[in-house]
């Protein structure tokens, strides 16, 4: 996260206030939900707690600073989605509802995928460094816990791979802006 700031403070990376307002109260929940899912078993717990402590930082450096792109239709559309989502997730269990709480994350990445795809300015980098992060904690937990494809405990990988799957994007996106 640091390096991502440091980028937003050079001007190298315009982030999407959607995304960072959704993660940011998402990722809150995120944490509680994955906490219970996984039992509150400290190593994984943090792991969960962390990401969500930094994209709060990052948030707020970003809104007291001034630096977010303009929040346009897609933004707004985004933000409105997140927050039935979160409705649905209050309502349902701890395990669908980390199932849920990702799909909201998923849905949040959007409006930062489509400003790199427009020509916004994003490095990689710390895009890279996410998905290695979320690649090795879902090798430990799946080497730890090794959840059953059809057991209660396949949830808590929802939350690494959903990370790998958007970070990933971002990344190759980025990449591929560079090339065209």
Same mark, same amino acid.
């Given at each position: 996260?640091?390096?991502?700031?440091?980028?937003?403070?050079?001007?190298? #990376?315009?982030?999407?206030?959607?995304?960072?307002?959704?993660?940011?109260?998402?990722?809150?929940?995120?944490?509680?939900?994955?906490?219970?899912?996984?039992?509150?078993?400290?190593? =994984?717990? /943090?792991?969960?707690?962390?990401?969500?402590?930094?994209?709060?930082?990052?948030?707020?450096? #970003?809104?007291?600073?001034?630096?977010?792109?303009?929040?346009?239709? +897609?933004?707004?559309?985004?933000?409105?989605?997140?927050?039935?989502?979160?409705?649905?997730?209050?309502?349902?269990?701890?395990?669908?509802?980390?199932?849920?709480?990702?799909?909201?994350?998923?849905?949040?990445?959007? =409006?930062?995928?489509?400003?790199?795809? +427009?020509?916004?300015?994003?490095?990689?980098? =710390?895009?890279?460094?996410?998905?290695?992060?979320?690649?090795?904690?879902?090798? #430990?937990?799946?080497?730890?816990? +090794?959840?059953?494809?059809?057991?209660?405990?396949?949830?808590?990988?929802?939350? =690494?791979?959903?990370?790998?799957?958007?970070?990933?994007?971002?990344?190759? /996106?980025?990449?591929?802006?560079?090339?065209?």
């Amino acid at each position: 996260m640091a390096i991502y700031i440091r980028q937003i403070a050079t001007g190298d #990376s315009v982030p999407n206030p959607a995304t960072w307002l959704v993660m940011s109260v998402v990722g809150v929940i995120n944490a509680i939900t994955y906490g219970v899912t996984i039992h509150w078993d400290l190593w =994984p717990t /943090l792991v969960g707690a962390v990401p969500a402590v930094g994209i709060i930082i990052t948030f707020l450096f #970003s809104y007291l600073r001034g630096k977010f792109s303009p929040l346009g239709t +897609r933004e707004k559309w985004v933000i409105g989605i997140a927050m039935a989502s979160v409705v649905v997730w209050r309502t349902v269990g701890a395990d669908v509802g980390n199932i849920v709480v990702q799909i909201i994350f998923l849905v949040a990445f959007w =409006p930062t995928a489509a400003q790199i795809i +427009r020509g916004r300015k994003e490095k990689s980098l =710390p895009w890279d460094l996410a998905l290695v992060a979320y690649t090795l904690m879902a090798v #430990s937990l799946f080497l730890d816990k +090794r959840p059953s494809l059809f057991s209660r405990e396949i949830a808590m990988m929802a939350y =690494p791979f959903s990370r790998i799957l958007m970070n990933g994007t971002i990344a190759v /996106l980025c990449r591929l802006k560079k090339v065209v």
